[in-house]
Structures are given as C-alpha cells and as structure tokens.
C-alpha cells in the first residue's frame, strides 16, 4: 500500500502561520511583556482612581503635618507614621510617598491612586525581571536542555508577575491609598534584588560597589516603607544560600551586609519616642493558636485560588464556639479553613519533595511562602487575625510553587496551560476590577465590607459616623447603639452615639453618654486610637452651654492625658483666650509649637495670637515660618499680608500675596485679596483686572457645580 500523500500547505496557510509566528517572537520580546503587565495592572485597578478618601486615608492624607513640605522629609525619620495614636508603626517612606503626591499633585486624590496604582505596577514589573534570572537558573540545574529551560523559566516569569499584578487579594493594598506601604516595600525589595544580581555580573570595581551600595539604600527604603520588608531579607538569603551558586565566603560577605542593612534600620527606628503597644487580653494557648493558624492558612489558600468573598477586617475566629452546643455544630461547619489548611501544607510538603525537573522552584517558591506566612499565621498574637493585603508578598512564594508544578507537564499538555493560563487571568481581572469599585466612597465601602461578612464593629461604627455626617439620623442610630451595645467600652463608638443624639436634640441622653464615653476613653486610652475626642466633644458641649469656665476645666483634663494633640491644645487657647486674652494663651500655643517645630496650624495660631498682642516681629516671624510648612498652604500668606497692609508696608504685602496667588490660581478670594492691596497702592487698573479674574474663577466654579 502507498502511504496517503501529506497535504501541500497552501500560501494562505503559510502565510498565516508566519504572520502567527512573527507575533509570538514579538510578544516574547521583554520590553512587551512588561508594557502588558502594566497596562492590564493599570485597566483592573481604574475604578479605583475615582475614589474618594476612605478610613485612615482622612489623617493620612488629609490631617498628616508631616507630608506638606520636602523641609520635613528628614523629619518625617524621627516620628510613627500616626502622630496620635499608640501604633508603633514606623514607615517614614510611606509619608514622604505622600509628600511627593501632594508636591505633584496639590492635593488631588486622582493623583495619590494614581500614585498607588503606578507602585504596584512597577512593583509587578520589578518582579517580572526579578524571576526571569532567577527562575531559569533552578530549572537549568534540574537538567533541563539550556536553551528550553530557559525559555520556559522566562515565560513564568511573565505569568506568575502577571497573575500576581491582576488578582484581586491585593486590592486592600492598591485601591486603597493607607496600604500603600505594601506596594513600597515591594518596589524597593525587589529592586534591591536586582541591583545586587547586577552587581554580581559587573567586572570593574568602583560600577560594582556602586551597585551594592545602590542595592543597601533600596533595602533600607523597602524596610523604612513597611516592617514586613524584614521577610523580603529572609526570602533573599533563603534564595542565597540554598539556590544560588555562590562561594561560601561571598555568601557570609552578604549575610553581614544584610545586616548592617537591618541594623542601620533598627537605628532609624529608635529615633522616635518610645510608644507602649496595645495591651492584650489573656495570651492565647497554644492549641488556639495552632488552631487559627491553620485556619488563616486555608483562608489565605482559598482567597488565592477563588477569590468571591473579599472584605477588610476578617477573622477566623469563631465566637460562636462559647455558645453550647449550637455554637459547636456552627464552629465545626467552619472548620473547613482548618481542612483547607491542611491540604495547603500537605500540597507544599508534596510539591517540595516530588521530583521532577522544576523541584527546585517548587521548592523555592514553598519556602518564600513558609517564610512570609509564619509571621502573619497568628504563632505571634497580631491586631487581626487574618488581613487580605498580608498577602501581597506570600502569594508571590505561593505562585512560583504552582508555576514549579505546571513545569512539569509534558508538550503534549502545554496548549491546555496556554488556554488555562489567560482564562484564569481573565477571571482575576474582571473580579479586581469590580473589587475596585468597592473603593468608590466610604459608605459604599462599609456597605459592601458589612455585606460581605465584616466582622469588627468599627466597619458599623464608621458606617453610622458616614450617615450622621450625611444627616441620615434615622439609619445612623441603631446602627450605632448596636455598636455601643456590643462594645459597651469602646469609647469612640459611644462619643458617636452621643453626638448623634446631640445633634438629635436629646440633649439629656447625649450628656449621659458624653460622659460614659470620656469614662470610658480614661480606661481604654491606651487600647482604642484617637479616644481623646471624647474629652474634646464634652468641652465643646460645655462650651455650647455657655460654660466656658466647665469647658475650659474639661479640655485642661484632656490636655494632662494627652499631652501632644494639637485638637485639645488648640481648643485650650480658645477658651483661655475667651476667658482672659491672647496673652494667656499664648504659653500654651508656644509651647507646643516649640515642641514641635514642624506642625503648620500651631505656627499660624501662634501667629495669630503674637499679631493680637501686638508683637508684630514675633507674628511676622510665625507666619513665614508656617508658610514653609506647607507649601500650597495660603492661610499664614494670607495673614501676613493683612498684618502688613495694617501696618502701610503695601509693597511687602503686595509680594506677599502673589506667593498666596501662586500657590492657588484657581481660587477667587486670592485675587479678591491682591485686588483690595493693589487698590490702596493706587494700581487701580490692576486691581480691576484681579477682580475680573474673581469673576471669571466664579462663573467657571458654577458651571462645574451645575454640571456635577
């Protein structure tokens, strides 16, 4: 028999299979894999840039002294990132980040998640780079033919960096503008990372130190971004010492870098003011906490692999287990994590020990996982038991474990991957970007987060908070009171309740709960943020009542509690002012803005008041001093050029004012203001022309405000 004559390709077919061809090489090209790690990073996150600040984003953004002037970017080393509250926290590159936004963009929350959506793309393509050099040297030395390990190692690459830049666990992280200190800390760790792996490749001496100096500032920046870049240093030497092919002394002579590294941060540490951490309750036994930490490994593993249910402040603990029998059948139906847990240690057991030519990465990416889940597995007690954004750098190690496994499928199933790959891809994205719409304004966000299973009273506490600022009191307070009741000493939850009730106009069970709240602030100071509001709402009551004497009493009680809130002290020379003029309150304004230098708002007050009393060189001194402070801040200008134009110095005034008109051209009173100087230097026609820009600046803030 004659075998069946092969089919003659027709040019069409030729033609189509060259044109494919022709894109695959194109496509394999790293500069184009990069550009679509960023431009699909940027399209899941864009609902994001349109919203508005939500939580901590308030203080961080909106209240934060310390990120109104590059002056303060030295100064910004010696302090927490909270100025008020017990958090240890002490990421000084996260509030420089925001120094630079409001440098580049004055103030517009556009720009600062477009500024957290750049991070995690650029963090994304870091890691791209990262894992194409360290990926095909472990699949090379599984025996691999060189030229196809490599090339399989440089196509995980770009899919491990890609479904890590789209998956939507990391929304906590990206849309939200407080987490960007995990983005941060990644951006520089990896850089970090590949500077030294340039370095190494370096043959002159001065490019290469260089380098490696490049490469210890990058790791102090990752470390001063976030605490948790101290796991990034572990992952590196995890990679050094059992995967990378260095002499023993190399090893050691970057062993003791990392360290002066982590020692030079420690020192940064220690520069601000001791601060006592949170107190907790009763330790937790051992089998507790063996218990949540299997928990928290199965909720990690199935936010990773289905990511449906995606909500800020999570737990895995189950309280339900303290009511009888009923609450044990529903412990036990949650003990699925715990099941789920196991089966992600027994997959990464499995993983590392199987043998195959990609044992190596499985066992890389298991031990990089290990390694930054142990700190977060609740063995140490942490203020939550389980967070989404924790897991922006272990799903890293967990997703070089599941690209090791896929290695090891035959070419006979590498079109199933290659349909597989993209799908889940799809899937990610499309869930991250409707993740992203969560982020849109704050009562959207707790709705949503209360919906999904939030489970901490404060999602509740801050939804009543949103309402009673919307003036919706009928659905703020049972939301509230059933806040207060199941957190009967929380004191911010009862100091909400009773302005609520205030501005309700039951002032009898306001006044009841106005002072439960400052009683409950004076227990739990040290355990809630913040709880010096309580004392300052019942002076301002006070005040309200006509008792500025009851008033001013309360707030110097608040100010003995707490020493260093710029709320109490500034209401204190309020009232001392009131009561007996600016030269009684001045000690009080002076000294705290002695001690600190950096705050703006006590430079202006204390402006004002040497401006009251008559010191004009003292006032003039303040105001400037302000001015520096914050450098779109026109309020301290504004003042000045009063003060001079009281005194007939027009022309001080005049050059004073156009700083204030540089610094907000879009805003009518500043030309309102330049306009009435330039008429009393005689510059009528001028003075005309700043009124026509008043005028101007007016029509178009009306036009926006009838179409928005």
Known sequence: ???????????????????????????????????????????????????????????????????????????????????????????????????????????????????????????????????????????????????GAGRVGLAGAFWIALLWVVHPAHSAAVDYISGRADSLAAFFACAAWLLYLRGRGVTRRPIRAGLYALACLCGLLALCSRESALIWVAVFLLHLFAFAAETPRRKWAIVAACLCVVAGYLALRALPEGRQSNPTTARSPAVVRATLMMRALGDYGRLLIYPANLHMDRTVVSPAELLGNAGWRTAVRAEYLSFFGLLVVSALLFGACWKGSARAIRAFGAGWFVIAFLPISNLVELNATVAEHWLYLPSMGLLIFGYGCAAELRKSRWAFAALVLPLAVAVLATRSYVRSEDWLNSETFYRNSLASGASKPRIALNLGLVLTAKGRYAEAEPLLRRVVAIEPDYPIAINALAHLLYREGKMEEANKYFAESAKAAARTRTEYPRTWIAALNVAHLRFAEKDVTGALETVERGVRDYPDTWELISFESELLRELHGPQAALPVVQGFAKRHWWHAPAAVALGKLFSEAGNVVEAEAAFRHASRLDIYGVEALNLLALMEVRHNHLEAAFATQGRAVSRQPDQPRQYLLLSDILEKMGRTAEAQAALAQVSQLSSLAGVEQRVN
């Open 1 to 147: 028999m004659e075998a069946a004559p092969t089919p003659a390709v027709t040019p069409t077919v030729a033609a189509e299979r060259s044109r494919l061809a022709r894109w695959g090489r194109c496509f394999r090209r790293t500069w184009v894999q990069a550009c679509a790690l960023a431009l699909l990073g940027f399209v899941v996150r864009f609902p994001a840039l349109q919203g508005e600040l939500i939580w901590d984003d308030e203080y961080l953004v909106r209240e934060n002294p310390m990120t109104r002037s590059p002056l303060l970017v030295i100064e910004t080393f010696r302090h927490h990132l909270f100025l008020d509250s017990s958090s240890a926290h002490y990421r000084p590159v996260q509030n420089i980040s925001y120094c630079v936004d409001y440098l580049v963009w004055k103030g517009d929350i556009y720009g600062y998640h477009l500024t957290n959506v750049f991070l995690h793309v650029a963090s994304a393509v870091l890691l791209f780079f990262l894992l194409r050099q360290i990926l095909p040297p472990l699949l090379r030395q599984r025996k691999h033919s060189g030229d």
